[in-house]
């Protein structure tokens, strides 16, 4: 079992930045690829980034790509995901992800999800 915690969220005009965390415990870390997901209302959840298992080698969604970065610190058991130049169209929670593949872009390919935490960018 792998336990995830998100934080970071919040509320941020728009051209802003945020940093997420997601906390692990239980199992190793550095074994897992870890991934970043956002579900708005009404919507399904949907894509942001994910990283492999070193950190080496990092994939985006388009509609992130150039202003999300995806990072990992295995000896803190940690992974971040740095929002800069938001947009309202950003808002959704955020979840992050542990699983055994990488690159995984479904949520299907990840055993292990935090709660979320929410993000919203005002225009």
């Known amino acids: 079992q792998v336990q995830l915690g998100e934080s970071g969220g919040g509320l941020v005009q728009a051209g802003g930045s945020l940093r997420l965390s997601c906390a692990a415990s239980?199992?190793?870390?550095?074994?897992?690829?870890m991934g970043w997901f956002r579900q708005a209302p009404g919507k399904e959840r949907e894509f942001v980034a994910t990283i492999s298992w070193s950190g080496s080698t990092t994939y985006y969604a388009d509609s992130v790509k150039g202003r999300f970065t995806i990072s990992r610190d295995n000896a803190k058991n940690s992974v971040l995901l740095q929002m800069n130049s938001l947009k309202p169209e950003d808002t959704a929670v955020y979840y992050c992800a542990a699983g055994a593949n990488y690159p995984a872009l479904v949520p299907e390919r990840y055993n292990y999800w935090g709660q979320g935490t929410q993000v919203t960018v005002s225009s």
């Open positions: 239980g199992r190793t870390f550095s074994n897992y690829a």
